[in-house]
């Protein structure tokens, strides 16, 4: 059976980073541009519909235990 304490705390970790990295690729759209080279305008980046995500984890044993 899984701690629903660690769990959430993955799922608040999960969310914050998540959040970050939408909000970092917000902040970054309005520079995250190119003019053309035959002055036929201005070509701006437009955000993925939806993004995948691998997730990694390594744990350590620490020697301790949670109670």
Request: hydrophobic content about 40%; aromatic content about 8%; overall charge negative.
């Amino acid at each position: 059976m899984t701690d629903p304490v660690e769990e959430n705390e993955l799922q608040a970790f999960i969310t914050s980073t998540l959040t970050a990295v939408m909000n970092g690729i917000a902040d970054a759209q309005p520079e995250a541009s190119v003019r053309s080279a035959f002055g036929t305008g201005e070509f701006k980046y437009s955000a993925p519909e939806s993004v995948a995500f691998d997730v990694a984890v390594t744990a350590k044993h620490s020697g301790t235990a949670r109670s």
